[in-house]
């Protein structure tokens, strides 16, 4: 039963904060606010009713560094994203024309914190983290990636490409950043970085979503393999190239340090075992 009121809580602050953040999309300020209210509600609520239902310290959102793993996440985000853009950009596809709109970059500080908190508190911290306990890292890290990606079917110009594209780039490597170093800070800051570059600095479109203009004034055309076409760069085979070889540094990075966690029935390590109580 743990599970569904956990999913009941998470759930519904997503939806209440997502509902009201998307009516607020016009007004930036408000955005930023609500936003930011809605990200410090996930955390809070995640908390409670984790910490009550299992009884337990709640150390995947320890306060303690979780300022500095929220900013080395976003570092990752930002500079992966940038990254894609320049090789797109190289390739003669995506132009600057001169500065977007600030105010519309302050608005999705909001939006993407709002975003990336209730989508990691649900996605790795309940779904992610229980279906771990009982099939082991790699079964919980490819379902849950895929469940990840197919969600954005729902998006106005999604198409399976685009889910399947979010499956391995996102689902994939945010899971194994939290598998990397058993905090949500980490993924919640990559996942920030990684949107906010979309939308907020290179004005790019998010996951088929129809987001703001952002601080750049630009335009992103070519063929849909390297653009991601209406889907926008999340879409595009540079993205998933760059998701594959983090996500491969992260779950290196696991097995180093021993947090990769057997199906049940096999042998587990006492290390591992402890993980996932």
Same mark, same amino acid.
């Given at each position: 039963?743990r599970?569904?009121?956990?999913?009941?809580?998470?759930?519904a602050? %997503?939806?209440?904060?997502?509902?009201?953040?998307?009516?607020?999309?016009?007004?930036?300020?408000? %955005?930023?606010?609500?936003?930011?209210?809605?990200?410090?509600?996930?955390?809070?609520?995640y908390?409670?009713?984790?910490?009550?239902?299992?009884?337990?310290?709640?150390?995947?959102l320890?306060?303690?560094?979780?300022?500095s793993?929220i900013?080395?996440g976003?570092?990752?985000?930002?500079?992966m994203?940038?990254?894609?853009i320049?090789?797109?950009?190289?390739?003669?596809?995506?132009?600057?024309h001169?500065?977007?709109?600030?105010?519309?970059?302050?608005g999705?500080?909001?939006?993407?914190?709002?975003a990336?908190?209730?989508?990691?508190?649900?996605f790795r911290?309940?779904?992610?983290?229980?279906?771990?306990?009982? %099939?082991?890292?790699w079964?919980?890290?490819?379902?849950?990636?895929?469940?990840?990606g197919?969600?954005?079917?729902?998006?106005?110009?999604?198409?399976?490409?685009?889910?399947?594209?979010?499956?391995?780039e996102?689902?994939?490597?945010?899971?194994a950043a939290?598998?990397?170093?058993?905090?949500?800070?980490?993924?919640i800051?990559?996942?920030?970085?990684w949107?906010?570059?979309?939308?907020?600095?290179?004005s790019t479109?998010?996951?088929?979503?129809d987001?703001?203009q952002?601080?750049l004034d630009?335009?992103?055309?070519?063929?849909t393999?390297?653009t991601?076409?209406?889907?926008?760069?999340?879409?595009s085979?540079?993205?998933?190239?760059?998701?594959?070889l983090?996500?491969i540094?992260?779950?290196?990075?696991a097995?180093?340090?021993?947090?990769?966690?057997?199906?049940?029935g096999?042998?587990?390590?006492?290390?591992?075992? %402890?993980?996932?109580?």
């Amino acid at each position: 039963m743990r599970v569904v009121w956990q999913l009941v809580a998470v759930v519904a602050v %997503t939806m209440i904060g997502g509902n009201a953040v998307s009516a607020l999309e016009g007004s930036p300020w408000l %955005t930023l606010g609500l936003g930011l209210v809605t990200a410090v509600a996930s955390v809070l609520v995640y908390r409670w009713v984790v910490g009550r239902t299992e009884r337990r310290p709640v150390t995947e959102l320890a306060r303690k560094g979780a300022w500095s793993a929220i900013g080395r996440g976003a570092l990752i985000g930002v500079a992966m994203f940038g990254a894609v853009i320049a090789n797109i950009a190289f390739l003669g596809h995506y132009d600057v024309h001169g500065l977007g709109s600030v105010t519309g970059a302050v608005g999705l500080v909001g939006f993407m914190a709002a975003a990336a908190f209730t989508e990691e508190v649900m996605f790795r911290g309940v779904l992610f983290r229980i279906i771990e306990e009982y %099939t082991g890292t790699w079964i919980a890290l490819i379902s849950t990636g895929l469940v990840f990606g197919l969600m954005h079917l729902a998006n106005p110009h999604a198409d399976l490409w685009g889910a399947i594209a979010i499956a391995i780039e996102a689902g994939g490597m945010l899971g194994a950043a939290y598998i990397a170093t058993r905090s949500l800070w980490l993924p919640i800051g990559l996942h920030f970085g990684w949107n906010f570059a979309a939308a907020g600095i290179f004005s790019t479109e998010v996951s088929g979503n129809d987001t703001p203009q952002g601080l750049l004034d630009t335009t992103t055309a070519g063929p849909t393999p390297i653009t991601g076409g209406a889907f926008g760069p999340e879409g595009s085979l540079y993205s998933v190239l760059f998701g594959v070889l983090v996500t491969i540094g992260f779950l290196w990075l696991a097995h180093r340090r021993g947090n990769l966690v057997p199906r049940r029935g096999a042998d587990r390590t006492e290390a591992a075992t %402890t993980l996932v109580r």
